[in-house]
């Protein structure tokens, strides 16, 4: 295809700000229209995540594009969940057997300035600030903005538009609306919200607590995370129902209710917190949601990518990941060479949407997980024969956990297949007490295990018998 085509990016967010300096560094002119202000200059990060969970995926297209150091040093390393119960005891359980696998907390607008700052050095990528899409014409591939400086509004066209606009994506509600081919659309809402607030450096700018962990205060209906940023702080997330529970959004309208909250609920992580009411009623309360759709493309004029195309609830950590690796398999159909914009389209859509269904469903699975079943000690046993399997057989046995997070080479839904598939083996065994309580086994002992967990895991592959196995 022709490099001195123009592409349009609606959306200069982390996805669309990685997407244009590929298609950059490929050669190709590239256009970015981004609603907000430019985040280098203003600070627009009030009521999104300030940090983000950094993994593998992620990281293999900041090597794609020759920043990996440059990334590495906006990281926290976080080698596994800080368990945190009522008493303010605290357990650390790691999130793999393996030293070498961990994740990373990364700072949302600290990855996202250095995206846009490689991106501009190239002369053939242009970046524009203040510019909110209102519609799509995807038959023309022209695209409508309202510019926010100006008041006035314009037509931009391009031989290709690609939306990586988020969750609210102005071309998914033009291919909605439009209704001029058949499009499939989903958008399903958890009952819970999510609340940022901060555990805040001490005076001397150190850490209030563990550094290299993501915590958890796993409440069975409702969970407080926090995660480490550069300067000593921490970003706290409030996971709460609206309306349910004895304690839940809709009712914690005053200080003395929030305050009696957390001193029932939370009081190790309150003590950290003299800020607590000022954040709470300052921040915004977020909703938090699952988008599908299909098709993300419109013959060869038009492309969805990103959350625009699959916003995902962020309970594994992985949605950046995921948008970035959407970049990474585009960028790999591009070097199949085919013969236009609509092969291309095609082919990346079906080699990617069954994963990114996976990693949605994955996700909403692992809200359960984090909010209630940390603290179950089955799930505790179950976690801690994985790690023992992945520490003594660091080449045979991946958890769930870590098939998604730190095996960038295996799919979303491969990986969420056998780690369903292994995970049902694990808990079989452990109700019918094939598996020590002691956990005080040799390593041949352990051998024998892995491969009864070998063979009750091929034996669920094959019967289908989880749901969501049957027809892959």
Same mark, same amino acid.
């Given at each position: 295809?022709?490099?001195?085509?123009?592409?349009?990016?609606?959306?200069?967010?982390?996805?669309?700000?990685?997407? /244009?300096?590929?298609?950059?560094?490929?050669?190709?002119?590239?256009?970015?229209?981004?609603?907000?202000?430019?985040?280098?200059?203003? *600070?627009?990060?009030?009521?999104?995540?300030?940090?983000?969970?950094?993994?593998?995926?992620?990281?293999?297209?900041?090597?794609?594009?020759?920043?990996?150091?440059?990334?590495?040093?906006?990281?926290?390393?976080?080698?596994?969940?800080?368990?945190? *119960?009522?008493?303010?005891?605290?357990?650390?359980?790691?999130?793999?057997?393996?030293?070498?696998?961990?994740?990373?907390?990364?700072?949302?607008?600290?990855?996202?300035?250095?995206?846009?700052?490689?991106?501009?050095?190239?002369?053939?990528?242009?970046?524009?600030?203040?510019?909110?899409?209102?519609?799509?014409?995807?038959?023309?591939?022209?695209?409508?903005?309202?510019? #926010?400086?100006?008041?006035?509004?314009?037509?931009?066209?391009?031989?290709?538009?690609?939306?990586?606009?988020?969750?609210?994506?102005?071309?998914?509600?033009?291919?909605?609306?439009?209704?001029?081919?058949?499009?499939?659309?989903?958008?399903?809402?958890?009952?819970?919200?999510?609340?940022?607030?901060?555990?805040?450096?001490?005076?001397?700018?150190?850490?209030?607590?563990?550094?290299?962990?993501?915590?958890?205060?796993?409440?069975?209906?409702?969970?407080?995370?926090?995660?480490?940023?550069?300067?000593?702080?921490?970003?706290?997330?409030?996971?709460?129902?609206?309306?349910?529970?004895?304690?839940?959004?809709?009712?914690?309208?005053?200080?003395?209710?929030?305050?009696?909250?957390?001193?029932?609920?939370?009081?190790? /992580?309150?003590?950290?917190?003299?800020?607590?009411?000022?954040?709470?009623?300052?921040?915004?309360?977020?909703?938090?949601?699952?988008?599908?759709?299909?098709?993300?493309?419109?013959?060869?004029?038009?492309?969805?990518?990103? *959350?625009? /195309?699959?916003?995902?609830?962020?309970?594994?950590?992985?949605?950046?990941?995921?948008?970035?690796?959407?970049?990474?398999?585009?960028?790999?159909?591009?070097?199949?060479?085919?013969?236009?914009?609509?092969?291309?389209?095609?082919? #990346?859509?079906?080699? @990617?949407?069954?994963?990114?269904?996976?990693?949605?469903?994955?996700?909403?699975?692992?809200?359960?997980?984090?909010? *209630?079943?940390?603290?179950?000690?089955?799930?505790?046993?179950? @976690?801690?024969?994985?790690?023992?399997?992945?520490?003594?057989?660091?080449?045979?046995?991946?958890?769930?956990?870590?098939?998604?997070?730190?095996?960038?080479?295996?799919?979303?839904?491969?990986?969420?297949?056998?780690?369903?598939?292994?995970?049902?083996?694990?808990?079989?065994?452990?109700?019918?007490?094939?598996?020590?309580?002691?956990?005080?086994?040799?390593?041949?002992?352990?051998?024998?295990?892995?491969?009864?967990?070998?063979?009750?895991?091929?034996?669920?592959?094959?019967?289908?018998?989880?749901?969501?196995?049957?027809?892959?």
């Amino acid at each position: 295809m022709n490099k001195q085509q123009n592409i349009l990016i609606i959306g200069a967010g982390l996805c669309g700000s990685l997407l /244009a300096l590929r298609l950059g560094q490929r050669g190709y002119n590239v256009s970015v229209y981004e609603m907000r202000p430019d985040l280098r200059k203003v *600070d627009i990060s009030a009521g999104r995540s300030i940090n983000l969970a950094f993994s593998d995926r992620g990281n293999k297209a900041m090597k794609l594009v020759g920043i990996e150091d440059k990334v590495k040093a906006l990281c926290i390393p976080m080698n596994g969940r800080m368990i945190h *119960d009522k008493e303010g005891h605290t357990f650390l359980s790691n999130y793999s057997g393996r030293d070498h696998e961990y994740i990373n907390s990364i700072s949302r607008g600290g990855l996202n300035a250095l995206l846009l700052d490689e991106a501009e050095k190239h002369k053939n990528v242009s970046i524009y600030f203040n510019k909110k899409c209102k519609s799509v014409d995807f038959k023309k591939t022209t695209a409508l903005f309202k510019d #926010y400086e100006t008041k006035s509004e314009f037509i931009e066209d391009a031989d290709v538009i690609i939306a990586t606009d988020g969750a609210g994506s102005a071309m998914r509600k033009s291919y909605y609306l439009a209704k001029k081919f058949l499009f499939s659309f989903s958008q399903d809402y958890l009952t819970h919200g999510y609340k940022e607030l901060s555990i805040l450096p001490t005076k001397t700018g150190d850490y209030k607590t563990y550094k290299n962990a993501l915590h958890i205060w796993p409440r069975g209906r409702f969970m407080l995370i926090a995660l480490p940023n550069l300067d000593g702080s921490f970003t706290v997330t409030l996971f709460l129902s609206y309306n349910e529970g004895a304690y839940n959004f809709n009712n914690l309208t005053t200080p003395e209710i929030v305050s009696e909250f957390f001193q029932k609920e939370f009081p190790d /992580a309150l003590q950290l917190m003299p800020n607590l009411i000022e954040d709470f009623f300052n921040n915004p309360t977020a909703a938090l949601g699952t988008v599908k759709c299909s098709p993300w493309h419109y013959k060869g004029n038009t492309l969805l990518m990103g *959350d625009s /195309a699959h916003a995902i609830v962020p309970f594994y950590g992985q949605g950046m990941n995921a948008s970035f690796e959407d970049v990474v398999e585009f960028d790999a159909v591009l070097d199949q060479g085919l013969e236009n914009w609509e092969a291309v389209f095609k082919t #990346y859509e079906a080699t @990617r949407k069954r994963d990114t269904d996976a990693i949605a469903d994955l996700a909403i699975d692992n809200f359960h997980e984090m909010k *209630d079943h940390v603290a179950n000690p089955i799930f505790q046993k179950k @976690r801690k024969l994985e790690m023992a399997l992945e520490e003594n057989f660091p080449d045979e046995y991946s958890s769930k956990y870590s098939l998604v997070t730190f095996n960038e080479d295996i799919n979303y839904h491969e990986a969420m297949t056998r780690g369903r598939a292994q995970d049902k083996a694990i808990l079989n065994m452990i109700a019918d007490r094939d598996i020590s309580s002691t956990f005080d086994m040799t390593k041949e002992e352990l051998k024998i295990i892995l491969e009864k967990v070998k063979t009750e895991t091929q034996e669920i592959l094959e019967e289908g018998k989880i749901i969501g196995l049957k027809n892959c």
